[in-house]
């Protein structure tokens, strides 16, 4: 894989993640980022209202630094001029991937490194099932997974609210091959243009990069979905802050992880068997997990991470649902609901989740609409 002179990222999806991540690009690394914007007309507001020009505050430094950096070059579907995209990150939400994707999928080959800085699981699944199906121009994939905190302010200035951290790894094309050895990391470490400037020392140490084999990553991920799974629909259903839930909520993310790990234990044979097949042989991490995705240590972890640690945040999900957004519950607990009749197991306590979020939104929607009953 052939480095450039200065790399390009594009960013498809300038949002809060993005925002976060092509500004920490910009000061600590010399690529150029493009975001790639929705539609001409937003482009056009961010290049003449905002004069190409994005800001992060970092809440959680001393005198809360604002970071403001002017891009280069923005493009939109309509002003692409055609290059083919040398590395790509998606940072939409998971259900407004592949629509995002589509106009530039002509531009996206062999040679594009495409990485997924998103919450939830699916979304790597369903790029290989309807996307990216022709071997001959499916792109290197690879998964972030990060627990920073960060939303939107004004405009194209955005609050970096959590300091987290970012995990990243190859993602394998074939599900029955997943486990990687180190050299399969680092030999990705020394040639792959993304994971190199991912990786890159002022970069990496400010924006806590990690990149690793798979299977380290996927631990990552599941710890993380767990969570996610937990906090996210619970404080939409109930409308509460995540630290409102600190004393009362181990049953129901007993029930919910009980289930959740039931599902994934099948799903993801490979990652549960891992230790056993993998223990002491040269060249393969260790990698914890049957420490970790157990229900005692998770609902404590839950706890803990979404309720203590993040205990004045409003969740994503939670926000979603009160600017009557769509939700991504479809890709988190909606995703467990999907891999159990896939592999014809239970899942209601998900099942049930999922549809009391979605009767949430539906209910915030009718009441912004049609006026709030309780009122009456
Ligand atoms: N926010 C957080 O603290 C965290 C978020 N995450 C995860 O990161 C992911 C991104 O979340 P977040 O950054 O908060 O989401 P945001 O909603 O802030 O950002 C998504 C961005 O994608 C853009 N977008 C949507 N559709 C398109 C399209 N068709 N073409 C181009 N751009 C498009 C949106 O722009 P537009 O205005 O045009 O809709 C928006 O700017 C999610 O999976 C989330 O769960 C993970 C950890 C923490
Ligand atoms: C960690 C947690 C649950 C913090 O709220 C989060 O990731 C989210 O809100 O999406």
């Not at 998103?118 to 996307?131: F, S």
Request: with cysteine; hydrophobic share 40%.
């Amino acid at each position: 894989m052939t480095t450039s002179a200065k790399p390009v990222i594009h960013i498809l999806g300038l949002g809060a993640m993005g925002a976060l991540l092509a500004v920490d690009l910009l000061r600590f690394t010399n690529a150029t980022v493009v975001p790639l914007f929705r539609s001409q007309e937003r482009l056009h507001r961010f290049q003449n209202d905002f004069n190409s020009t994005l800001a992060v505050r970092k809440l959680f430094e001393k005198d809360q630094p604002l970071l403001s950096c002017k891009l280069e070059c923005s493009e939109s579907p309509e002003t692409f001029a055609g290059e083919m995209i040398k590395n790509l990150i998606i940072t939409t939400k998971t259900y407004q991937t592949a629509e995002a994707l589509q106009p530039y999928l002509r531009f996206i080959g062999r040679d594009t490194n495409l990485i997924l800085v998103q919450n939830g699981l699916g979304v790597a699944e369903m790029l290989k099932e309807k996307v990216f199906t022709d071997p001959e121009t499916q792109p290197q994939l690879f998964q972030g997974v990060i627990s920073h905190g960060g939303f939107h302010d004004q405009g194209f200035t955005f609050n970096h609210a959590g300091l987290g951290d970012l995990k990243i790894a190859r993602l394998p094309w074939d599900h029955s091959k997943p486990i990687q050895s180190e050299e399969d990391a680092s030999k990705d470490r020394r040639e792959n243009e993304l994971v190199k400037i991912l990786t890159e020392p002022a970069f990496a140490e400010n924006f806590q990069t990690t990149q690793m084999t798979y299977q380290e990553m996927l631990l990552g991920q599941l710890y993380k979905f767990l969570v996610n799974a937990c906090i996210n629909p619970v404080t939409s259903i109930v409308d509460c802050v995540n630290g409102e839930l600190a004393d009362d909520s181990a049953d129901i993310f007993s029930l919910i992880i009980d289930e959740c790990l039931r599902v994934l234990k099948v799903a993801y044979t490979p990652l549960f068997e891992y230790e056993t097949r993998y223990h002491g042989r040269e060249g393969y991490p260790p990698v914890p997990v049957l420490s970790v995705l157990n229900t005692e240590n998770m609902v404590k972890e839950v706890i803990r991470l979404g309720c203590v640690v993040n205990r004045h945040n409003s969740s994503s999900m939670r926000q979603d649902t009160l600017y009557l957004r769509d939700t991504e519950i479809d890709y988190i607990n909606g995703y467990i609901v999907k891999l159990a009749d896939k592999y014809q197991l239970n899942a209601k306590v998900n099942r049930t989740i999922q549809s009391l979020v979605d009767l949430r939104l539906a209910l915030n929607r009718k009441r912004k609409l049609e006026g709030d009953m309780r009122s009456k």
